[in-house]
């Protein structure tokens, strides 16, 4: 097991990494520290841990489960009423602890609900999916979708505990998994160019599950993480890096509709749109976006814009995003393979130039 720290003083917590972790109740001692528990999962994972997980929490008191329907989809405020229902209906007070059992979906949803029940309860990430270990589970970043953009209602807030069981992915579908190391890659261009070398020469060792190399991965990405998040908690200033790609990605979700392209699959496309637009401003060259499209092409990951998106859809679309301040788009560059910046003065053309790059009729 590997044990990582994410460093945010009171709200400080720690990352643990292993295989056979989630059979091991031990590790939530210093994490659940009342008598009621709140397991949130979806119809997809519960047939798969839930009950590993439930016995491994019998001996924490009161432990209530509820099933939310699985995908994107349904991120949503309705969908999150599920969460509140069972809570209130099983009289769980303030001392409860939501653990959350599943991908990003499950884990942004369970952080809201721990952020707004009884307004504020401890919460645990189990993240059972590559990107979910790698990037929504770490960081406290929570919420839920709204028709007009992609996580628009939310809160900081952080777990307790993120525990992370590497075999969870051994039942993770191909397409997932891929996903995932779209995430995994973003560490690699944003803030640590040995990792993307590292990604370049083990790609076939991931795709292939080999465990030692699925290990290596998600703790290097998560200490890549961490490092960002304990300097810039609330996304103030550094911490926007990690949306590197994110900004045209949740334009590609929003309009093919949640849960099409897969939120790895948008972000993947998002980063070479990110890439030509930074080869246009001068500040990388046309071998580090070729080397960014082979490597997500060994990851079977999408290069190009959707062939129905135009360039008038992702305008519309990035006009609502969070990244946006006093009227200008925020977009993360890069100005080195490894050195991301934020960028708020990018010409229309420039964008524009690079959406067609990308296939962006």
């Known amino acids: ?119 504020g309860v401890d919460f645990v990430q189990v993240p059972t999916t590559l990107l979910s270990q790698v990037d929504s589970s770490v960081g406290g970043k929570t919420g839920v979708n709204h028709p007009l953009g992609k996580n628009m209602i939310g809160a900081f807030y952080q777990p307790q505990l993120v525990l992370i069981d590497i075999e969870t992915l051994n039942t993770l579908p191909d397409r997932e998994l891929s996903a995932g190391i779209a995430e995994v890659i973003k560490y690699g261009l944003i803030c640590d160019a040995d ?46 890096i990690l949306n590197f790609g994110h900004t045209f990605g949740h334009a590609i979700e929003a309009v093919q509709g949640y849960g099409n392209w897969l939120h790895g699959e948008a972000v993947a496309a998002g980063m070479v749109m990110a890439a030509e637009l930074s080869r246009l401003r001068g500040w990388i060259g046309q071998q580090e976006v070729d080397r960014l499209r082979a490597l997500l092409s060994k990851a079977k990951l999408p290069q190009q814009s959707p062939a129905d998106m135009t360039v008038d859809d992702y305008l519309q679309a990035m006009s609502v995003d969070k990244k946006v301040q006093d009227g200008k788009l925020r977009l993360v560059l890069l100005h080195a393979l490894g050195d991301a910046q934020i960028v708020a003065d990018t010409p229309r053309e420039q964008l524009i130039e690079a959406l067609h790059a990308c296939g962006a009729r």
């Open 1 to 119: 097991m590997h044990s990582l720290h994410v460093d945010l003083g009171d709200r400080s917590y720690p990352i643990l990494i292993g295989s056979g972790l989630l059979k091991q109740s031990t590790h939530f001692e210093k994490a659940i520290r009342g008598k009621q528990v709140l397991v949130v999962t979806n119809e997809t994972i519960a047939p798969l841990y839930l009950e590993t997980l439930l016995g491994s929490l019998s001996g924490f008191g009161k432990v209530d489960s509820v099933q939310l329907p699985d995908g994107e989809a349904f991120k949503t405020l309705d969908t999150l009423n599920r969460v509140f229902d069972t809570l209130l209906e099983a009289r769980h007070d303030r001392s409860t602890t939501i653990v959350a059992l599943g991908g990003g979906v499950i884990g942004d949803m369970s952080g809201f609900a721990a952020a707004c029940y009884q307004r």
């Open 195 to 240: 990792f993307f070398q590292w990604l370049e020469q083990n790609m076939d060792a991931l795709l292939a599950r080999d465990p030692q190399a699925l290990a290596y991965a998600v703790e290097r990405s998560c200490a890549d993480k961490a490092a960002v998040v304990a300097e810039d908690e609330r996304e103030s200033g550094r911490r926007a």
